[in-house]
């Protein structure tokens, strides 16, 4: 059964945390211990000292003896905690011993402290063993005395209360975290998950054919916001091209439409007897053939220009010297609207399909013939920017008014609302410049003032070898 984003996280941060704590309380329980373990056997070796600078103050130098009843109490003190002494004067004579004094509470003692050792330190391998302290008084000897102890350390009850009270706080702390670490983990999942789920639906709403659908909620993860940002993104790139293709649609039904129908009217009043079959009409009825011939060619040639990935055969062309050949093969147009056209500029190679770019060079001073005035001036210009190479198309014709400028790249748009077709061709034109030129890896934008002209400007870069 396929779990829930929230719900995996939410285990795998208890998970995660169980495992943390379970090292941490074993390593902190290793490392407790040992330390423990050290001060005991520091302890013991400090209290024998202290037990043994003690008896070297029982000893009276005048009267040449020991106080043996201090020295009596001050020795069972010691035995109930585990520490049997004998001490000896300066001429090795026993003063006072605890297994002669009690032996059956030193065994006894002795037998407790080993069991209790080999229960809970069943590895230890110890046993109790002497250690012999001189005692001086002023800076003389006045004896020494064996102090036996369990080593190489023992633990008394209170030892052993406090470290287990110790691992169970560590056990508490381990509990608390992991509930803690769970809680975490499933407030976490649910800000990730979420936004996650919703994008996931929306996703699936955009597969469904719902493009106007978006993410608006606002998220503080980066990369969250990314994705949905993304998404919101690709939805309304969907959207423009769900309009697009309506409108492609649409454009061509009526681009076809008209033709269509006056050439089924015309052959119908011929066939009809109603028109003869003359020159003339015939000729019409040829020309509104071309101009569905044109239409579909245009088509076709956009179809090319758009291909994501067309191969283009690229080569060193000069931008300069193809203008001058475009502009030759104008000269007829031109000269019908009595137009000038200069070309000027430096000269500048760069490393693109020659085809295409006499393509957009032709669709551009064909637009600024079309929207030029009679007697009118345009001007082609090359510029090398050193990275780049740039081209100029300028007229001074109708041009273009702010709100229509960043349609005019769109499919079948012509800035004449009545789509008359003596100027404004199929539309597709700068459909096509715009698609060439993004393909070569350049932009294009365009200037304009209404009744003042345009001016576009296309930015290639050099390419291979011409930078």
Not at 243 to 250: D, F, G, H, N
Not at 309 to 324: D, G, I, N, R
Not at 413 to 438: A, C, F, N
Request: some cysteine; charged content about 25%; hydrophobic content about 35%.
């Amino acid at each position: 059964m396929k779990q829930k984003l929230g719900t995996q996280m939410s285990a795998g941060f208890a998970l995660i945390a169980l495992i943390s704590i379970f090292l941490v309380s074993i390593f902190s329980n290793i490392l407790i211990n040992g330390q423990f373990e050290k001060y005991a056997q520091n302890q013991q070796e400090k209290f024998s000292e202290n037990l043994a600078e003690g008896l070297s103050l029982q000893y009276d130098s005048r009267a040449d003896g020991w106080n043996v009843d201090y020295i009596h109490g001050v020795g069972m003190y010691a035995l109930n905690d585990g520490y049997i002494m004998k001490v000896y004067d300066k001429d090795s004579k026993i003063v006072w011993d605890a297994q002669n004094h009690d032996m059956a509470r030193c065994h006894q003692v002795m037998d407790t402290i080993r069991a209790r050792m080999e229960k809970v330190r069943p590895g230890l391998k110890g046993d109790f063993a002497a250690h012999r302290y001189n005692l001086h008084q002023n800076n003389s000897s006045v004896g020494y005395v064996d102090i036996s102890y369990y080593g190489p350390y023992f633990l008394n009850e209170n030892d052993f209360r406090f470290l287990d009270s110790l691992n169970h706080i560590l056990f508490v702390i381990g509990i608390l975290s992991v509930l803690g670490a769970a809680m975490a983990g499933t407030v976490f999942a649910r800000r990730i998950s979420r936004p996650i789920a919703r994008t996931t639906q929306i996703t699936k709403e955009i597969s469904e054919g719902n493009y106007e659908i978006r993410f608006k909620s606002q998220i503080g993860t980066s990369e969250l916001r990314a994705l949905t940002q993304a998404v919101n993104q690709m939805a309304e790139s969907l959207e423009s091209q769900e309009k697009l293709r309506k409108r492609l649609t649409t454009d061509v039904a009526h681009e076809l439409r008209t033709p269509l129908a006056n050439v089924s009217s015309h052959l119908e009043a011929i066939l009809e007897g109603v028109w003869k079959p003359t020159p003339e009409r015939l000729q019409g009825c040829y020309d509104e053939i071309q101009r569905i011939s044109q239409l579909v060619s245009d088509l076709e040639g956009l179809s090319q220009a758009e291909k994501e990935y067309a191969a283009l055969e690229k080569e060193p062309v000069e931008l300069l010297t193809l203008a001058h050949t475009v502009h030759d093969s104008f000269e007829q147009e031109l000269a019908l609207k009595n137009l000038s056209c200069c070309v000027t500029g430096d000269v500048c190679t760069v490393y693109a399909d020659a085809k295409r770019i006499r393509q957009i060079l032709d669709n551009l001073l064909s637009n600024a013939i079309k929207y030029s005035y009679e007697c009118g001036k345009i001007r082609i210009s090359i510029h090398d920017s050193g990275e780049s190479g740039m081209l100029e198309v300028e007229d001074e014709g109708i041009g273009i008014s702010q709100e229509e400028i960043p349609l005019i790249f769109e499919r079948f748009y012509r800035t004449d609302k009545s789509r008359s077709r003596k100027t404004g061709g199929t539309g597709i034109g700068l459909t096509i410049v715009k698609s060439l030129v993004q393909a070569h890896g350049g932009t294009v934008k365009v200037e304009s003032e209404v009744s003042q002209g345009s001016r576009f400007t296309v930015i290639l870069p050099k390419g291979e070898d011409y930078e």
